[in-house]
Nanobody, 121 residues
Framework: QVQLVESGGGSVQAGGSLNLSCVYP????????RGWFRRSPGKAREGVAV???????LYADSVKGRFTISRDNSRNTIYLLLNSLIPEDTAMYYC???????????????WGQGTQVTVSS
């Protein structure tokens, strides 16, 4: 069982920032991409950002310019810096290991348990 572990969630006011982290095993067969997804209450899980081993990245339009994904391959860790948070960003945030630079779930085979982000107005 591949284990990815997220941390860094919390409660902030609108306009605030958070920095999420996700630690994963050194080798995950066939999966060099790492993505962040989120699920808001009553909504389907959606892709937020994804990054390849070399740093290529892709963002959802809703977070472009506000969120930044990065990775430290030496620490087997990816990060998601959340700036200018709005209440609509409230969700459980998940990291995942995937096989493509895509925000579509079907490309991802291994998931973490999630970390909660709550933004109040």
């Amino acid at each position: 069982q591949v284990q990815l572990v997220e941390s860094g969630g919390g409660s902030v006011q609108a306009g605030g920032s958070l920095n999420l982290s996700c630690v994963y095993p050194k080798y995950i067969h066939g999966s060099t991409y790492r993505g962040w997804f989120r699920r808001s209450p009553g909504k389907a899980r959606e892709g937020v950002a994804v990054i390849g081993y070399g740093g290529d990245s892709l963002y959802a339009d809703s977070v472009k310019g506000r969120f930044t994904i990065s990775r430290d391959n030496s620490r087997n860790t990816i990060y998601l810096l959340l700036n200018s948070l709005i209440p609509e960003d409230t969700a459980m945030y998940y990291c995942a290991a995937g096989r493509a630079l895509s925000l579509v779930e079907r490309w991802y085979d291994n998931w973490g348990q999630g970390t909660q982000v709550t933004v109040s107005s």
